[in-house]
């Protein structure tokens, strides 16, 4: 089956810094890569995503950029806010079989510090 | 957008009890919805796939007669969790993959089951 690792588990950035956040995948398959940002006590929210014939996409101050050779995937977020902090996943799926259960990373708790 | 509802958000039962927890989508219909428990600091584990009208397929180590899964309609999906014990604290999560998008799953905003 598909195993999906992240890193880093924990990044602190000051305001306005970047943050990146990187997946490897392992099911050459796959081929939808979502990103969800989740706040405490809350359920997951989608961010962004990215499927298998787009190498990136870009949604304000988030991108994510996929490397489909490699099967790594990024989560780029610019000039970043307090409101930014919260724990990251990401996650690998193949949609066109298994209904499209998704795999999903560790985690990534972001702390934007002002 | 695309929206989905859990009810309850928090509950609370005794050692033995059972208790339902209802994954609504409120402005779609889902032909798949899927439940996930996480644990403190930890990542969502897919617990099982339930498909409208059909029985639930469950991951490999979580037992089907103790978590209890229904889909009666495209709208709604319930998790029962029968007998609890302590160790079945945690936070329950569903999500919900739209019949027009195969790829977008939306998730619910979780419930919050302790067990006393």
């Known amino acids: 089956g598909e195993n999906v690792e992240q890193h880093p588990s924990t990044l602190s950035v000051q305001e306005g810094d970047s943050a990146v956040i990187k997946c490897t995948y392992s099911?050459?398959?796959?081929?939808?890569f979502p990103w969800y940002k989740q706040e405490l006590g809350k359920g997951p929210q989608l961010i962004i995503d990215?499927?298998?014939?787009?190498g990136e996409k870009k949604d304000q101050r988030i991108a994510v950029t996929l490397n489909k050779t490699a099967k790594h995937f990024s989560l780029h977020i610019t000039e970043t806010q307090p409101e930014d902090s919260a724990v990251y996943f990401c996650?690998?799926?193949?949609?066109?079989?298994?209904?499209?259960?998704?795999?999903f990373g560790a985690g990534t708790q972001v702390v934007v510090t002002p | 957008g695309a929206v989905v509802s859990q009810h309850p958000s928090r509950v609370i039962c005794k050692s033995g009890t059972s208790v339902k927890i209802e994954c609504r989508s409120l402005d779609f219909q889902a032909t798949t919805m899927f439940w996930y428990r996480q644990f403190p600091k930890q990542s969502l584990m897919l617990m099982a796939t339930s498909n409208e009208g059909s029985k639930a397929t469950y991951e490999q180590g979580v037992e089907k007669d103790k978590f209890l899964i229904n889909h009666a309609s495209l709208t709604l999906s319930t998790l029962t969790v029968t007998s609890a014990h302590p160790e079945d604290s945690s936070f329950y999560i569903c999500?919900?993959?739209?019949?027009?998008?195969?790829?977008?799953?939306?998730f619910g905003p979780g419930t919050r089951l302790t067990v006393t």
């Open positions: 990215i499927r298998s014939n787009v």
């Open positions: 999500s919900a993959l739209p019949e027009t998008n195969a790829y977008e799953q939306y």
């Open positions: 099911d050459s398959a796959s081929n939808y």
């Open positions: 996650a690998a799926s193949w949609a066109t079989d298994s209904w499209g259960k998704l795999q």
